[in-house]
């Protein structure tokens, strides 16, 4: 009887979807000011607990950065608002990138990760992220450092957190991403659930994902339905976002949706009690059944098999 109640725990603990739950920190943690954020290198090896090893990192002041004032189309709030920061293709060429790094992964406070491929010219154009700092406190008002309204969000079938910003947002014109396919955009967008930029991990991209490439040409389809679709809210073995759950620890999400279709029925569908049942996770309307079936092949394959450490090249790994 015991472990028969153990295992509905278990069930209705993971029955919200893949969304991770928010804990209590283990203990007091000085928080940096809201104006500071990191940019690193990812260095070489597998993770160590929660920490990829880190190459040369640099903490930046955006307040002591070459801020610029200007009006700007806020693509997740949907209007024009004027704004002070820095372009974050400015930031990251302040930082010179060794040419072996093309890719800049967003880290937001919420646990979003977000990979940008800052070397793509016509990508960067499209988007032209841009790190504000501050921005008016109402139309035609003074721009506030620090200032920017949450964004509450309402409807059964998607997340009703708030999304709260603090000491920055990023500010982009579209919420397309070049990773997603476009029959789901603009309504599935990474952009849409980002709050405050913490970090910007640099990465070689083809060393990066390829932390992913487990069971071979088997399982490589189903990983770029996960690049396609996962990758900005999950990680796997702690790589990658923590916004939602680990596809692999503390327990192998495969597992609790199987056989595949099951795993097609919670991505694609959501009841509309979702929001009051804690079904956190956005209807994934564009996945075909046939997409599922290969995510959760690639699903099982990374949580049956070891991640390949991140191996960059030598100028990438360097401290």
């Known amino acids: 009887m015991k472990k028969t109640i153990a295992l509905l725990v278990l069930a209705a603990a993971f029955a919200v979807g893949f969304e991770r739950p928010r804990v209590a920190a283990a203990g007091p943690k000085a928080a940096a000011p809201p104006s500071i954020i990191e940019i690193w290198v990812r260095g070489a090896g597998p993770m160590n607990g929660d920490q990829a090893s880190r190459g040369r990192t640099q903490r930046l002041d955006l307040d002591t950065l070459s801020l610029t004032d200007s009006k700007r189309f806020d693509a997740q709030y949907g209007d024009t608002r004027a704004v002070r920061g820095i372009a974050l293709a400015a930031v990251i060429a302040s930082f010179a990138p060794d040419p072996s790094l093309d890719l800049a992964i967003l880290h937001f406070a919420n646990g979003m990760a977000i990979p940008v491929p800052f070397r793509d010219v016509a990508v960067m154009k499209r988007i032209d992220p841009f790190i504000a700092r501050g921005m008016e406190t109402n139309p035609g008002g003074p721009v506030r450092a620090g200032f920017f309204p949450a964004i509450r969000r309402k409807g059964a079938t998607e997340d009703p957190r708030p999304i709260v910003f603090a000491g920055n947002k990023v500010v ?3 919420l397309w991403h070049p990773a997603t396919v476009d029959t789901a955009q ?3 967008s990474p952009w849409r659930h980002a ?6 991990e640099l990465v070689g991209s083809h060393p990066y994902y ?3 490439a487990v069971g071979g040409d088997f399982t490589q389809a189903g990983q770029v339905v996960f690049q396609q679709s996962c990758q900005f809210c999950h990680g796997v073995r702690k790589v990658g976002a923590k916004f939602g759950w680990d596809f692999v620890e503390p327990t192998p ?5 199987k056989p595949p279709k099951n795993l097609f029925l919670h991505v694609a569908y959501k ?4 929001a009051e049942r804690g079904l956190m996770m956005p209807a994934m309307t564009f996945m075909s059944q046939d997409d599922a079936a290969l995510l959760w092949r690639w699903m099982k394959a990374v949580a049956t098999n070891p991640l390949p450490p991140y191996a960059p090249g030598p100028a990438a790994a360097k401290k």
């Open 172 to 174: 982009v014109p579209v």
């Open 186 to 188: 603009p309504k599935f």
């Open 195 to 200: 709050d405050s930029l913490t970090d910007i």
């Open 210 to 212: 390829r932390q992913f």
């Open 253 to 257: 999400i495969w597992s609790l949706h």
């Open 271 to 274: 009841p509309l009690d979702a």
